[in-house]
């Protein structure tokens, strides 16, 4: 659910540097990364199959490890942000966080976006962590930013329930159509719930650390935000333009 145009209010009042850093720093990562390979020293076949293994161990996080409060394993819900286990995973990622970032980072403010997303992107990873830590699963390694994507989906949400986003849904045979920002973001919401409840949800998809990243995400946006007015789109989205 992409709206170029949208995205292209991200670079309203100098732009949001810090949603554009994060993107360059896990794109330039995954580049040199033996997932994405680019780079002929991490060699082919079996080496490079036990190279990925390698790298997602060090820097992802093993669920049991961070329960039982091994000491490495403390700083991998922060690392895990940076890695991703595909292009597509990479892609999907950077695509939301472009769309949904620069609002809510014009909002926060860049140091408090900064903070909010790392923040938010810990506590998600950390509590799937909790949850299946001592589960058959809890030595899968998990790696990604999606749950800190989420808590990005979350605040915006609070921030900005009546802007609009350009959507395809399966069920409307993929028409890209135009519907409030609260709509999508809630329906997205509810198939996360639902995944992470179904048994059959399927290994390498923490489903559950999007949901804790968007609950996170929202009530710090109400806590934060909620005594102060509501937030209104950019008057460029009030003249015609679609707004994420």
Known sequence: MIDWRSAALGAWRGGPTVTYGLIACCVLLFAVSPVSGLHPGHGTGEELLAAQSGYFQRWGVIPAELTRGEPRALLTPLTALFVHGSWLHLLGNMLFLYVFGAMAEERMGPAGFGLFYLGVGYLALAGYAAAHGGQADGEQTLVGASGAISGVLGAFLYLFP?????????????????????????????????????????????????????????????ARYGRGDKVKPPAAATEGESQP
């Open 162 to 222: 009546r802007s609009r986003v350009t959507s395809l849904f399966p069920f409307l045979f993929f028409l890209p159509l135009r519907f409030p920002a609260w709509i999508v973001l809630v329906f997205w919401f509810a198939l996360q719930w639902l995944a992470a409840r179904s048994a059959g949800s399927g290994p390498g998809v923490a489903y559950l650390a999007h949901v804790i990243g968007f609950a996170l995400g929202f009530l710090y946006a109400w």
